[in-house]
């Protein structure tokens, strides 16, 4: 069973434009949730991260995500899209369990 | 601190020879991760480790594969014999219960098996 699913394997938005990528998760208990940016060739660096309390939570380049239970999601959003923000997007999640899954992950484009 | 660290970099073999990728995890942390990242697989989990002991192996592909962490800063993913679909990027991550597991990942080795 799919534990994380990232829905757009590429997105493209304007320079300046609104950045929404999309995550969902399959779990009954909540997990802890991520989001993490790969430049190329590079490693992953964490974007931001939910374990408890506040359901939005802001991580750094101005990125923001929303944990919504009732929608099992944890989309990540930027309001205004700079060229430096293109890279490859990952969502993970970790489960009880120890269990730690990545979704597949969304190449971003920028358009100047 | 320096983060994790990977060695070599880039790794380029020919088929049938032994590779060995190496990794120094952060520090303190006490779960170690290896990923293999391909265009077609993604980034997947081959095993990790929690205090040194393998935890979860299943992600290994085969029994060529192997991994050990004899210590609390080094672990070696070895592959032997090497096949040219073993190329892929090889990642190191490393993360701390307490911070809520959160992984650190390594600048990646690339092996290029010929």
């Known amino acids: 069973a799919q534990s994380v699913t990232q829905l757009g394997s590429h997105v493209s938005v304007s320079e300046g434009a609104l950045v929404l990528l999309r995550c969902n998760y399959s779990?009954?208990?909540?997990?802890?949730l991520f989001w993490y940016v790969q430049y190329p060739n590079q490693g992953l660096q964490l974007l931001l991260k939910?374990?408890?309390?506040?359901?939005l939570v802001k991580g750094i380049n101005g990125f923001e995500a929303e944990f919504k239970k009732s929608e099992t999601s944890f989309h990540l959003t930027k309001p205004s899209a700079h060229m430096s923000d293109a890279a490859e997007y990952f969502c993970?999640?970790?489960?009880?369990?120890?269990?730690?899954?990545f979704g597949t992950g969304t190449s971003l484009t920028v358009i100047p | 601190d320096a983060g994790v660290i990977q060695s070599p970099r880039h790794e380029v073999t020919e088929m049938g020879q032994e590779v060995t990728l190496r990794c120094k995890p952060i520090?303190?942390?006490?779960?170690l991760f290896w990923y293999r990242q391909t265009m077609m697989r993604g980034l997947e989990l081959l095993i990790y480790?929690?205090?040194?002991?393998?935890?979860?192996d299943s992600g290994m592909p085969e029994d060529r594969f192997s991994a050990k962490m004899p210590n609390a800063s080094f672990s070696t993913l070895k592959i032997q014999p090497s096949e040219p679909r073993d190329s892929a990027v090889y990642f190191c991550?490393?993360?701390?219960?307490?911070?809520?597991?959160?992984?650190?990942f390594g600048p990646g080795t690339r092996l290029t098996v010929t």
């Open positions: 991550a490393s993360s701390l219960w307490s911070q809520s597991y959160e992984q650190y």
């Open positions: 779990s009954s208990v909540p997990p802890y």
């Open positions: 939910y374990t408890t309390g506040a359901t």
């Open positions: 993970a999640v970790l489960m009880t369990g120890n269990q730690f899954y």
């Open positions: 520090s303190g942390h006490d779960y």
């Open positions: 480790f929690n205090n040194n002991v393998p935890i979860d």
